[in-house]
């Protein structure tokens, strides 16, 4: 009687080992994950740690003597904070920490770079001869547009074909997803073949077209010729957004009274904002960064683009001060990181062809 009453309590599973056993597990996969994450993003993160430490510091060329010392600080404190994410559970506890390891990381790197910054390399702000003030006696007497201008034509070039995409994919999206038409199913496969096309085999007849109808070397003929191709896959994108948004709530918002224009401006448009605000920052970034176009299709230096104003100052007069060419690629890609950062939290709420939750 007793041996038949012990034996079960032998089978008993431990449960705080098993518990334990599943932490330590979940400790490694983590740990590994991490780990992955960190070496997958060195290829990214160290040249533009290059570019930027090059850029504040930089003197006589391509020093890399702060840039060792950054990543000194830089990868020892990426290796800390994956352990904190590994080891403590409490989230209020990590945050701090997280904070207490970002300002230490800032002071190490403030120490061992502040003695080496160089302003000058930043002198093209405040110079707009710059480019001919290095050209010297040597140069061949153009004169090359202040950076400002350059700035200014890149931000007009990336708002106005992120507006036209926006307006134009947000109405196609939503006809292509709520009516249906003849020959509907060939439009959608005819979006997706027309993006699937190298931008590059147009370059000729997209020049030709230019010159035909006035356009060439004029920001409005670059603008329309981005906002072409990029409205396919853009289009595409918002049916997906649209078709995820319920009948229900559409016709429901009609039966209650409001017409059609109000349903969809006041029920259905905020239910894609996610795809809205995804597909005007990669509109706006494909027209900050476009150089293909803008090097084919102008000419005049008032016309110029950050992208052409970068290429040129580096091919034609800066030749290997890439201090300052280093600072005017930091100065490029400013607005890049601001409107990710400020829309990054849209944009990790973003799934293909739809919104989440």
Known sequence: ????????????????????????????????????????????????????????????????????????????????????????????????????????????????????????????LWNPNIADTLKGSAGVGNTYPSVWLAFRNSLALAITQMVLVVAVSTLAGYYLSRFDFPGRGGYLKGLLVLHAFPAMTLIIPIFLIMYWIGLLDTLTGVILVVVAL?????????????????????????????????????????QVKVGIIAVAVFAFLRGWEEYVFVRTLLFEKSNWTMSLYLFWMYEDVMGTDYALVSAIGVFYVLPSIVLYTISQRYLAQMTIGGIKG
């Open 1 to 124: 009687m007793d041996a038949a009453l012990a034996r079960p309590a032998a089978d008993t599973p431990d449960w705080p080992a098993l518990a334990a056993r599943a932490r330590r597990r979940r400790a490694v996969s983590t740990a590994f994950l991490y780990g992955v994450l960190v070496l997958g993003s060195m290829p990214i993160v160290v040249p533009y740690l290059w570019l930027f430490s090059v850029a504040f510091s930089g003197r006589t060329g391509a020093d890399t003597v702060v840039l060792w010392r950054v990543l000194a600080i830089v990868l020892p404190a990426l290796v800390i904070w994956s352990v904190l994410r590994v080891a403590i559970d409490d989230g209020r506890r990590a945050r701090l920490l997280e904070i207490l390891l970002l300002a230490a990381t800032v002071a190490g790197v403030a120490i061992v770079a502040g003695p080496h910054l160089n302003p000058a390399n930043w002198r093209f």
């Open 230 to 270: 990029e409205l396919p896959f853009a289009i595409f994108v918002m049916k997906g957004f649209f078709d995820a948004v319920p009948w229900d709530i559409e016709m429901s918002a009609m039966t209650d009274g409001a017409s059609r224009r109000q349903a969809f401006w006041m029920v259905v448009l905020p």
